[in-house]
């Protein structure tokens, strides 16, 4: 079928729906912008299918949508973008103002926008022409403004393309990571550090060079990095009095509990072929794990023009689809580690501090002076400087000493998750692969099963080549280490139809040990229990089918349990110890919520956990290393060597029987003695609450309105069914995709705690129950079941 010929279908196909489906529950709007009519039909779940008759059209509809139902964490992320946040926060936010300045994408607009697609610039501003023409519809009535922006008395403002390209919000590298690591090399040593931390699958170069002063990298030397990526967090004096809650106290709201076990975080994937598959075809299935919030990380859409007909999730704030399918094939995604960021250090010149040492010449930097507006006070003007590196973070005056990022995210293509524009309308695994090679960010296995029964794996992200270091320390700024240009995408690990008829990914090392281009792979990967757990399920021989795929995306069967209650059944125990570990006998090693012995296992991981950052983190090394991975510490446990003292089985039994004990402590503080009011899954231990940005801020009516929770939760990091390492939830899959390549309307998902962010909207929380209880809601495809289930229909005009 001709494109033209398929056009001219879809518009009769629309015209008939427009007029055949009236219902008391369609709207018909007239929208500047639009070229042709976009029908937009809203499931009972909350998605939107959007049919449109042109590409423009369609992402115009897109970003209008998507602003309607997330308008007040557009705001927020478009300050968050342009660096605008003082402006309505205060002088507490103009860090972040500085450093989003800092780090902002300043080369050729166009340039970057047609990366991400052969039409990105036509694409995006579309999406942006949408996000404004909502916006000016919502400001007609600002009394229909959702209550966010009552309760901070602001408005939002229009979009421009650069928010859309922002890289604010992106997993982007290691810089954080690479500064501790230095600090904990110039307190404790290179080996010590080794020991400490889990490098693999090769031995990095953790050495500093002799020229730069370890002491100097205990200064606050990435203040502005961090204050660029930090979430925003409001005060109680940015709410108007009228909506504030009248505690004394003056609390500033935040959603994110601190989470140590930032290694166990991550996603899972799979595919699996048709020899697998009880049905006979190729199945994908995707749960990213990323911070638990209101609202819900990622948007699901439809989207269906001619050339276009692809369904699934994605950041709610740009445009295309990140994870889902379309008529060939359906792909998804999890993070592979890739180093992306350098720390350099430079020597000042003491005449002219504006000058660093490059080569044995003086350079100059460049400076860029912006104005910063901030609420309350006079206008801020800041210089920004730049080595041929990146951004300057620091200078210390007083030693002649300067420090800049280098970030390969800083290139065309850096915007996290915009190349899969391409992968929407991949049509084959040789086109998915074309469209991986864009993907700079951020370094990601991506994953492919199609109609034909193909299944596919291309890690992807933008690779640095370090021949002559590690980039895991930060190293002199002089040109002695230079990045080796970049490892084509297309040339990262990848397979195409593996043997064993699966392949999944879940954060931890996959890579293949013949693989040649080890400079450009990561050190730092993600524990392997919840990838030990699907490979285990994937490849037990077994006929898999849907039912199977949604119990192993929320399997709460822990291997870290499974391997530890073993040293623990003979220990000498005493009292309420014993009577716990005896509870352990016969336990099945399932963190499920209402089991006792879950809570009294998982107690117990925790104490090992923080007894062994207690216990072998020397003191001059705390603060820096906050904690160990937990298959560190089980390669001690299981082979106990001299750090647990001079009879390492007998000093290692005496540790774990000092951390059951810690546990069950904790148990009997927090829940009581009552052993039968231990339930994993409660308000005090594992549960979901989710906390509005604002609901510790507001009045208890509001506070109601706005959080959600709590429920019951099982699992934890270790688990595929990833709950994260706190009591209450901060991080795993609120989003969850499962695809049957041959029946697209058998594609089932969960999107907790709903598509708007709105409160007042009825797609706020109703998929949050569902969501806590582990159970999915169907993503239909198909014209006919999408009318099945329609709650709502606009049906958006030009203005002649």
């Known amino acids: ?128 022409q949408g996000v404004n023409a ?18 901070l008395n602001i408005v939002p403002e229009k979009w421009t393309s650069d928010v859309v390209i922002s890289r604010h919000q992106g997993l982007l590298g290691n810089i954080e990571n690479e500064l501790e690591i230095a600090q904990a090399v110039a307190k404790l040593g290179v080996e010590k550090v080794k020991d400490l931390n889990w490098f693999h699958p090769k031995d990095p170069d953790l050495n500093i060079d002799p020229i730069i002063d370890q002491e100097l990298l205990s200064d606050n030397i990435l203040e502005l990095y961090k204050a660029y990526r930090k979430p925003v967090k409001f005060k109680k004096s940015d709410v108007l009095p009228e909506y504030r809650n009248s505690k004394s106290e003056n609390p500033i709201a935040s959603v994110i509990e601190e989470n140590d076990a930032a290694f166990s975080i991550g996603s899972n994937n799979w595919v699996v072929s048709g020899a697998l598959m009880e049905d006979g075809n190729t199945y994908m299935a995707n749960d990213p794990h990323r911070t638990i919030a209101i609202p819900s990380l990622r948007y699901m859409v439809h989207l269906v023009a001619p050339g276009w007909n692809v369904i699934g999730g994605g950041e709610p704030e740009i445009p295309g689809i990140s994870i889902g399918h379309n008529e060939y094939g359906a792909w998804g995604l999890t993070i592979f580690s890739t180093d992306g960021e350098d720390l350099y250090v ?47 973070t620091y200078v210390d005056s007083v030693n002649n000493k300067a420090y800049a990022v280098r970030c390969a995210w800083l290139e065309p293509g850096g915007s996290p998750y915009l190349a899969s ?40 992200g933008i690779a640095p080549i370090r021949k002559n270091f590690s980039g895991l320390v930060p190293v002199p700024g002089d040109g002695r280490y230079e990045w080796d240009g970049y490892l084509p995408i297309i040339q990262k690990p990848n397979i195409l139809n593996p043997s064993k008829g699966y392949f999944s990914t879940a954060n931890q090392n ?48 822990s291997i870290p349990a499974r391997r530890l209650v073993p040293f623990l059944l003979d220990l000498s125990l005493t009292g309420k110890s014993a009577e716990a570990r005896d509870k352990l006998r016969g336990w099945d090693f399932t963190l499920d919520p209402n089991s006792i012995e879950a809570a009294i296992y998982v107690a117990w991981e925790n104490e090992i956990r923080s007894l062994a950052a207690s216990r072998f983190i020397a003191e001059s090394g705390k603060g820096i290393i906050r904690s160990i991975q937990m298959q560190k510490i089980m390669d001690w446990i299981i082979a106990p060597d001299g750090r647990f003292g001079p009879n390492p089985n007998q ?27 231990w339930q994993y899954g409660q308000e005090k231990f594992k549960h979901t609450y989710m906390a509005h940005a604002l609901g510790e801020l507001v009045n208890e009516e509001l506070k109601a309105k706005l959080d959600l929770g709590p429920l019951p939760r099982g699992g934890n990091s270790y688990t595929p069914g990833s709950t994260g390492g706190n009591n209450r939830q901060s991080s795993g899959a609120s989003f969850r995709m499962i695809v049957n390549t041959g029946n697209w309307d058998a594609a089932v998902g969960t999107n907790g705690p709903g598509q708007s962010g709105n409160p007042e909207s009825p797609f706020y929380s109703n998929l949050f129950e569902p969501w806590a209880k582990d159970q999915y809601f169907p993503v239909y495809y198909s014209r006919d079941k999408i009318d099945s289930v329609a709650a709502d229909r606009i049906l958006l005009s030009p203005k002649k």
Request: charged content about 25%; some cysteine; hydrophobic content about 35%.
């Open 1 to 128: 079928m001709t494109l033209k010929l398929s056009r001219i279908l879809l518009t009769v196909l629309l015209a008939i729906s427009i007029l055949g489906c009236e219902s008391n529950n369609e709207e018909k709007l007239l929208i500047d912008g639009l070229q042709e009519s976009v029908e937009i039909i809203r499931d009972e779940w909350g998605i939107n299918h959007i049919y449109a008759n042109n590409q423009h059209d369609l992402f115009f509809a897109q970003g209008y949508a998507a602003a309607k139902d997330r308008l007040f964490q557009f705001e927020i992320w478009r300050r968050q973008a342009t660096g605008t946040v003082a402006e309505i926060l205060g002088e507490s936010e103009l860090k972040r103002d500085i450093g989003t300045r800092l780090f902002k994408y300043r080369g050729d607009l166009t340039e970057e926008m047609n990366h991400y697609h052969e039409d990105g610039e036509e694409i995006i501003n579309a999406y942006t």
């Open 134 to 151: 909502y916006i000016e519809e919502i400001l007609t009535t600002p009394d229909q403004l959702p209550i966010e922006f009552k309760i």
């Open 346 to 392: 430079y020597e000042l010149n003491p005449e002219n501090k504006n000058q660093y040492l490059y080569n044995g010449n003086w350079e100059d930097m460049n400076v860029i002076t912006e104005t910063i507006k901030v609420k309350g006070q006079e206008d801020v003007i800041v210089d920004l400087s730049y080595t041929r590196h990146g951004p300057v």
């Open 421 to 460: 524009l391409r992968m929407d309308q991949a049509k084959t695994w040789e086109e998915f692969r074309e469209a991986c090679n864009y993907s700079h960010i951020p370094g990601e296995n991506m994953i492919w099963a199609d109609k034909k029964g193909n299944i596919g794996w291309q890690s992807v």
């Open 510 to 557: 996959v890579t293949p040990p013949d693989y040649e281009h080890w400079d450009a792979i990561g050190f730092s990967w993600a524990d392997p229990f919840r990838g030990d757990r699907i490979e285990e399920v994937l490849g037990a021989g077994n006929k898999l089918n849907m039912e199977g795929m949604k119990a192993l995306q929320v399997d709460y069967q």
């Open 651 to 677: 000093g290692r039994d005496q540790f774990l029987g000092d951390a059951f004990e810690n546990g069950i402590a904790y148990l009997e503080e927090t829940l009581g003695e009552d052993m039968n009011h």
